[in-house]
């Protein structure tokens, strides 16, 4: 089946955010609360046991699911607003049929500029906003964010300049459309595809970002749980409880697994379908 | 009679999973050293017809029918096979000398990689030879040519190199789909004699697909007219301008002969001559609200898009199917490429 | 209509490898009414001078007058006036209509554009407008919110002819009009450009490699080689008794008929 990615990553995608959003109404248990002996075999009361703690394992992957979730929407939204009107007008600036030399060369600087960030992963970010402000969620979200502004930007960039070279951008100039009215309804709805791609891949990406910086302390402070710190905890009892560390990890590979063939899915979706039938 | 060089029978062409086809078994045979044009627009099946000979249509193609050439079927055989044959018994010049050519690689290269692939000479004659060649298709350096990178060189040179790829091992049959459509009109005028020449000399047959009547009947001695995957006539050039049988050929030549025409006055176009009937994609013709413009409203809703098969999603659609070849994904040419 | 005078257009610095004359000193005239061709092959600037005289492109040196003003040089804001009385058409019916616009909206996008909505040349009732433009390219309005794909090349270029119509311009500009499409499909495009040009009394100027179509539509031609102008002057005259050698191997290039 042709459409299998989309499917597959959907579903997968889907059982996440499902799982967020019940796990605000319900949970079997309260995530935080010390409800049966430690680390006990999965039983019918515990499908996949409890913790090191006595804590549930499913409703804190239940609730897990909310910080990956979150996480990724907003650093996602995050990069994408940043990045894409900087990319865009790098790329427009750039892209102009005959394009003035000061404008090739804003357009250049501008994504020097925007390479700089590349200079700061996630995780240096992410230390220095700690050290500020104290580790959260918050500094977690903004320094996956930022990271990751970068990236739309230059694929925005690349994609604006594709568009640019098409006849409908000079038509539209031609037909007295301003620069912002041909960004807006010219080159935006058909960068939209590529954009779309970029940004499951990128929430694939702050997934593992968060799950990283959880491990390593400087997200969402205990006793809240999230995938990352419990891959974490389960670290410290990998030889007697090797399953604390499993669960937390498939759920996060699940994720980013469903991301990526979701991202997939819809490039093909997208893009040739337009193409095709032409 | 001689032996017919190639021949032709009820080939059919089907592309992806739900088997559109593209051919509705076409037939036709081609003497040794006979010229033979194809005339059609696009989405006619004409690229499509020329790749299947090659063999070198996509992988979802399904290919029925015969071809032979020299008595021996294609149809059927092995990739391997098929490119013993290609380069050394049949060859393909393109459309677009910017794509056929290897970007990265010196042309001299290009050239001496067809001779090597079905000759075995020692490098030193194989590069005498090259450089022959190079200076038989009318390159004024020769050396320097040979040395120089594809990107380095304009698109008439590029179009001679391609021909000299194609003519180096000496082919029976060459197949041109549209070499000239991509290049300046003065350029185009030398590299068709060019080309005349040359399958004088390597006396070639030739099977020649181009949208312009014109230039065909220059180069060719016989036309195939195709016209949504079949042949809908096969004549002579003589009897194709004098006598053309079929509505959709006198459409065509009405509408080739422009210096026919006064100026001002309307042109004669296709639909005057023959009636498309109900397109197959796109518009339902809800018959001309026209104010009194002769074009045929919304019945040339089959313009260039009539032959192609309903809206097809399959990744084998003729357009990618025969990109390469067609070159109708790759309009970037100096000149124009014939939109599918 | 258009008075261009010596204009110069050069990519890249002077004397800087890489620094490109597309255009060099070429002077014209246009006058309302005319039906002009220029014809070259590529590199001859035809494509750039169009780019000039529709002001998607500034001259380095020159000046281009349009209804007796000066339209080089002017900021876009102030130039109102030539977007909509000079519209264009493109050569790629593919590439010239945004794929994910409907059509309706593509043809009455010089309607709504901030520069041109509010001037008293141009129409204000969109609908109206659109209903009118597509009719007189013979296209069923039910069409209007249809995806360009759906459509045919002709019927592509036929949709950007109305696009340009819209604004009821004055002058067409065609960058070759056709060269993108089948051979069978030319014919009705061309007679449908002739028949607007006449209808609403436009100037064009229509440029192409093609010498049998531009012998076919316009009165006047220019032939333009290397940035400069070879000759120009009626198209009969030109055809009939060309000066310029560069004219005479251009009409001798072309494929004849020959059985």
């Known amino acids: ?278 | 009679m001689t032996e017919p060089l190639l021949v032709v029978e009820g080939l059919r062409v089907a592309f992806g999973r739900s088997r559109t086809e593209v051919l509705h078994g076409i037939s036709f045979s081609m003497g040794p050293r006979e010229r033979v044009g194809v005339i059609g627009e696009s989405g006619s099946g004409k690229s499509v017809t020329a790749l299947a000979i090659m063999g070198l249509l996509a992988e979802n193609a399904t290919v029925s029918g015969s071809v032979r050439l020299h008595g021996r079927e294609l149809v059927g055989l092995r990739d391997r096979e098929l490119a013993a044959l290609r380069g050394d018994q049949m060859s393909m010049v393109f459309q677009e000398p910017m794509t056929a050519l290897d970007p990265t690689m010196t042309v001299g290269r290009q050239v001496a990689e067809v001779l090597l692939l079905h000759q075995d000479l020692p490098r030193a004659a194989a590069r005498q030879r090259v450089l022959e060649m190079l200076g038989e298709v009318g390159l004024a350096d020769p050396v320097r040519v040979a040395d120089s990178y594809p990107h380095a060189l304009s698109g008439g040179q590029r179009q001679r190199c391609v021909l000299a790829m194609a003519l180096i091992n000496r082919p029976d049959l060459v197949i041109c789909d549209e070499p000239t459509t991509a290049l300046d009109v003065t350029v185009q005028a030398r590299v068709l004699t060019l080309l005349d020449r040359e399958l004088d000399a390597a006396e070639a047959a030739c099977l020649f697909i181009s949208h312009d009547l014109a230039i065909v009947s220059q180069v060719c001695s016989r036309v195939l007219v195709m016209l949504d995957g079949e042949i809908v006539e096969d004549g002579s050039v003589a009897d194709i301008f004098n006598a053309p049988q079929h509505a959709y050929t006198r459409g065509l030549v009405a509408t080739a002969r422009l210096d026919q025409v006064e100026p001002g006055q309307r042109l004669p176009t296709v639909e005057d001559f023959y009636d498309r009937g109900s397109p197959s994609t796109g518009s339902p013709s809800t018959g001309s609200s026209s104010t009194g413009s002769p074009s045929t409203g919304s019945g040339t809703g089959a313009g260039g898009l009539g032959g192609r098969p309903t809206g097809s999603s399959s990744r084998g659609s003729p357009s990618t199917g025969a990109g390469t070849g067609s070159g109708t994904g790759t309009g970037l040419g100096s000149g124009p490429t014939v939109v599918s | 209509m258009y008075e261009i005078s010596h204009v110069t257009r050069r990519y890249g610095r002077e004397g800087t490898s890489g620094s490109v004359l597309a255009v060099d000193d070429v002077s014209l005239l246009v006058t309302a009414g005319q039906r002009v061709g220029i014809v070259g092959e590529s590199g001859s600037g035809k494509s750039t001078l169009i780019r000039m005289m529709a002001a998607l492109d500034q001259p380095t040196a020159g000046e281009i007058w349009f209804k007796g003003e000066l339209v080089s040089g002017r900021p876009e804001r102030q130039l109102g006036g030539l977007r909509a009385a000079v519209q264009l058409v493109f050569q790629d019916p593919r590439s010239s209509l945004n794929p994910r616009m409907k059509v309706g909206d593509i043809i009455t996008e010089p309607l709504r554009s901030s520069l041109l909505k509010n001037r008293p040349e141009v129409p204000s009732d969109h609908r109206a407008r659109l209903q009118e433009v597509m009719a007189a390219v013979d296209l069923p309005y039910a069409m209007a919110s249809r995806y360009p794909h759906e459509f045919s090349g002709g019927q592509r270029q036929r949709i950007a002819i109305a696009r340009a119509l819209a604004p009821q311009p004055q002058v067409l500009i065609a960058d070759e009009p056709v060269s993108a499409l089948d051979v069978s499909v030319r014919a009705q495009v061309l007679n449908l450009l002739n028949d607007l040009v006449a209808a609403y009394g436009l100037t064009l100027v229509m440029v192409s490699h093609d010498l049998q179509v531009i012998r076919h539509v316009c009165d006047h031609v220019v032939v333009m080689r290397r940035g400069r102008i070879e000759e120009a002057g009626p198209t009969e005259q030109v055809y009939g008794d060309p000066q310029a050698a560069y004219t005479k191997e251009l009409l001798a290039a072309v494929p004849t008929i020959r059985f």
């Open chain 1, 1 to 278: 089946m042709r459409r299998a990615p989309l499917w597959v990553g959907g579903v997968l995608v889907g059982l996440v955010l499902l799982t967020a959003l019940v796990s605000f109404v319900w949970t079997p248990y309260d995530a935080a609360a010390i409800v049966a002996p430690k680390l006990a075999d999965p039983s019918l009361a515990h499908p996949l046991g409890t913790d090191h703690l006595g804590r549930d394992i499913v409703s804190r992957l239940m609730v897990g699911a909310r910080a990956t979730v979150v996480v990724g929407v907003v650093a996602v939204a995050l990069a994408a607003g940043g990045g894409v009107p900087l990319g865009v007008l790098a790329g427009m600036l750039d892209g102009r049929f005959g394009a003035a030399r000061w404008a090739t060369w804003a357009g250049e600087g501008l994504m020097r500029g925007v390479d700089v960030l590349y200079a700061f992963p996630a995780l240096l970010l992410a230390i220095l906003l700690a050290a500020a402000v104290g580790a959260s969620t918050t500094t977690a979200m903004v320094a996956i964010g930022v990271a990751t502004i970068p990236a739309f930007a230059r694929i925005a960039r690349a994609a604006t300049l594709t568009v640019m070279t098409q006849d409908f951008v000079l038509a539209a100039r031609a037909s007295g459309t301003s620069q912002a009215g041909t960004a807006v309804r010219h080159v935006l709805p058909n960068i939209a595809p590529v954009l779309g791609v970029q940004a499951s891949v990128s929430f694939g990406i702050a997934i593992l970002a968060e799950a990283g910086l959880s491990y390593l302390g400087l997200a969402t402070p205990p006793p809240t749980p999230t995938w990352g710190r419990m891959l974490r905890e389960g670290q410290n009892v990998l030889f007697g409880a090797p399953e604390q560390a499993l669960w937390p990890g498939l759920a996060i590979g699940f994720a980013v697994l469903g991301l990526n063939l979701l991202g997939d899915g819809l490039r093909d979706l997208l893009d040739p379908r337009l193409r095709e039938v032409a």
